[in-house]
Nanobody, 118 residues
Framework: DVQLQASGGGLVQSGWSLRLSCTAS????????MMWIRQAPGKGPKWVSG????????YTDPDLRGRFTISKDNAENTVYLQMNSLEPEDTGVYYC???????????WGRGTQVTVSS
């Protein structure tokens, strides 16, 4: 079974950094692109960042570019999201997801909560 387990969230102050991790199992991780999606309280899911299967091509929401960086370690079956200069608007549940093709997610993991206080 495909399993995606996100971790690394927490309660931080505005301006701080967090690094989220997502460990995958149950499928050939190196064959798939991965992405991060977040859901703010009371809002719908928002795509944050994605990476190619090899991790050599990355894409980030333009509004977050410069603060958020995705990376992929195929040897560790893990995808990361480095988040710097966090803002209260970054508060939400962050999910990692597998790219099932054409940038569409086909599996989501359990999310990790990020709360940024002002």
């Amino acid at each position: 079974d495909v399993q995606l387990q996100a971790s690394g969230g927490g309660l931080v102050q505005s301006g701080w950094s967090l690094r989220l991790s997502c460990t995958a199992s149950g499928f050939p991780f190196g064959n798939y692109g991965m992405m991060w999606i977040r859901q703010a309280p009371g809002k719908g899911p928002k795509w944050v960042s994605g990476t190619s299967s090899e991790g050599d091509a990355t894409y980030t929401d333009p509004d977050l570019r410069g603060r958020f960086t995705i990376s992929k370690d195929n040897a560790e079956n893990t995808v990361y999201l480095q988040m710097n200069s966090l803002e209260p608007e970054d508060t939400g549940v962050y999910y990692c997801a597998r790219d099932g093709g054409h940038g569409q997610s086909d599996y989501w993991g359990r999310g990790t909560q990020v709360t940024v206080s002002s």
